[in-house]
């Protein structure tokens, strides 16, 4: 079982708040797709013969890329990989990019699930923050892939915006709802450095949200989604039964996958791989591939933190148990001693051999899983 991303690399304007790695220069796009294809038959060999269960087109904005030329994408990783029959196989778009006959034509190419970056139901917002869509063509968006045929739809919010009130907050959420999508990643906004929203924040231009509130958004979010049939299966994601995104839980879960294209990261199940963040490079990835990535083996250490890391970041938590058997007795020993205090506080909940976080735990998760990892 293996997973391939493809990250592509650009947007037709920047978001004041994102710091993925994305270009402007879409007139490099043909060169991207060369190298890409280029690049996916170098390294297809990382996967041996495992079946691709999930392929993920992430970036950057995908949704610029045609519905063809996607297709084409999706031949060629199977002239070279056994596709799952059931394979996951989900594309990020940008509402403003979404025509009835490009989503008609996605779903014909196999992509079956949708991940939309809506970002707020108020066009101040979105304004504010340099998105390319309004409101209604968000709304419409969705519309357009439902009667495409599309059943699996994601959709990204984000919250703790500067003067976001609580109110707005919950009637962003009641909308997400009757939407009736299957799937909402929501996400409390990040000051990335070298952003416009950093450079505002530190000349005082934009003011973030305090920490009370903050902490009442992220209550109501998980509170009112799980009151809607959504289920809170790791920090910012929240989705039906059977619609949790396969793509993200299998990376959890270190099941392989190879990352193409510039930025992406891949994992052999015992070495991590990052692709440069260099698009000029990468469009002459034939002259040398070796110039591109960085390979670092993981070490037992590795290993564990990024177990603590992804494990206590999802509902299913921690498992002594596996501590003991992948790791050590040791390591399991103090593991639940370091979690003690936190269980006492009730940021971690213990149900037999497994540590997971409370809702109040996942509001200092950095802190926790910062003090569970192996020194
Ligand atoms: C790669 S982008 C999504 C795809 C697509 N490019 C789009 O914007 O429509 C991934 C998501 O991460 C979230 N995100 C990115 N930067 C963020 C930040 N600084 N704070 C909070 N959320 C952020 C946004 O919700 C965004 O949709
Ligand atoms: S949020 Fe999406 S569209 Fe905006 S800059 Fe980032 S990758 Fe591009």
Known sequence: MAGIYIHYPFC?????????Y?????????????????????????????????????GGTPSLLSAP?????????AKHF?????????????????????????????????SLGIQSFYNYHLRLMNRRHKVLKGIKSIEIFKSAGFDNI?????YGLPEF?????????????????????????????NTVFSTLKKKGLLKPVDEELSYQQFMLLSEFLEANNFVHYEISNF??????????????????????????????????YWNDSNISKYIRIDKKI???????????????????????????????????????????????????PYIDSEHIRKERNKLILTKKGMLISYKIIADLFMS
């Open 290 to 340: 070796g110039d591109i990535i960085t390979k670092e083996e993981l070490s037992a250490k590795d290993f564990f933190n990024e177990y603590i890391m992804t494990g206590l970041r999802t509902y299913w938590g921690i498992d002594i148990d596996y501590i003991k058997e992948h790791f050590s007795e040791q390591q399991a020993i103090s593991t639940e001693r370091f979690a003690t």
């Open 22 to 58: 994305s270009v402007t220069e879409e007139k490099l796009s043909e060169a991207f797709f060369q190298a890409l294809l280029f690049e996916l038959n170098l390294r297809k060999s990382m996967l041996g013969d495992a079946v691709i269960e999930t392929i993920y087109f992430g």
């Open 69 to 77: 030329k996607i297709g084409l994408i999706i031949e060629e990783i």
């Open 165 to 193: 009130t609580l109110a707005e907050w919950k009637k962003t959420l009641k909308k997400a709802v009757n939407l009736d999508i299957q799937h909402i990643s929501a996400y409390h906004l990040t000051y990335e450095d």
């Open 154 to 158: 994601s959709i990204d919010l984000i």
């Open 12 to 20: 037709k304007s920047r978001c004041y708040y994102c710091d993925f």
């Open 82 to 114: 056994n596709i799952a029959d059931h394979a996951e196989i989900t594309i990020e778009a940008n509402p403003d990019d979404v025509t009835s006959g490009y989503a008609r034509r996605l779903h014909e190419e196999g992509v079956n699930r949708i």
């Open 239 to 272: 989705g039906h039964l059977g619609r949790f995104s396969r793509h993200n839980i299998n990376y959890w879960k270190n099941i392989p996958y190879l990352g193409l294209g510039p930025s992406a990261h891949s994992f052999d199940g015992k070495n991590r």
